[in-house]
């Protein structure tokens, strides 16, 4: 299997205080990996009419489903942080993180097994990392974004009040990404194969 390195060369995440990056992107790993990540975003859940109680529940059912525990990433802290702490009443094991930088919400998101994300930079981030992405959203610009990473179109934020419907995009975001992948190394594969002698060229 081949992998290719990711090469950020400019990030900008306003929803992180304007935080910059140039340069080499370097992820840090978790104490864990059986993680999914959920992103929210507090006045698109309350225009759902979705209550924190409710969101409780269906990251509880995600959890049971896929034996991961729910991350809830607050990528904007003056709008989700409350609502974070309101869900994380309902469910003890999760955990809700307030990142400083990108290399710490980059941790997270690189060792998820997708990102369930209502937040435009939290879905690019996650598709730039190359993570499964579940966008949720309305926003004309979340549709651009999917567009161009390929992903599954973004759904309405409504949804999450339908469980096995939320969990029927999961397995199509899983299955997109899994071709997308193969897809992706088929086209590597060929232009390497093209270069011919690759010891040659490197000068090895």
């Known amino acids: ?24 992107f370097f992820i840090t790993v978790c104490s864990y990996t059986l993680i999914f990540v959920f992103s929210p975003h507090s006045r698109g859940l309350k225009n759902a009419h979705i209550s924190p109680k409710n969101l409780a529940a269906f990251l509880r059912r ?7 525990r729910a991350v809830i990433t607050v990528l904007n802290e003056n709008e989700d942080l409350d609502l974070a702490r ?20 980059g941790s997270y998101f690189y060792n998820a097994k997708f990102i369930i994300s209502q937040r435009y ?15 949720l959203s309305k926003d004309p610009k979340m549709h651009s974004l999917c567009k161009d990473f390929a992903l599954i179109p973004p759904s309405d934020p409504e949804i999450l009040r339908h469980p096995v419907a939320v969990e029927n995009k999961i397995a199509q975001v899983l299955k ?24 040659y060229i490197l000068g090895i």
Request: no cysteine; hydrophobic share 45%; charged share 20%.
């Open 121 to 135: 930079h939290g879905a690019m981030l996650g598709a730039v990392l190359g993570v499964p992405v579940l966008a």
């Open 176 to 199: 997109n990404h899994i071709e997308a992948s193969s897809k992706t190394q088929l086209k590597v594969g060929k232009f390497v194969a093209r270069l011919g002698d690759f010891d």
């Open 62 to 68: 995600l959890s049971k489903e896929y034996h991961a």
């Open 86 to 105: 309101s869900v994380k009443k309902e469910i003890s094991d999760a955990e809700i993180v307030v990142p400083k930088s990108v290399e710490e919400v």
């Open 1 to 24: 299997m081949l992998y290719v390195p990711i090469r950020l060369t400019f990030i900008t995440l306003s929803d992180l205080h304007q935080v910059q990056n140039n340069g080499n």
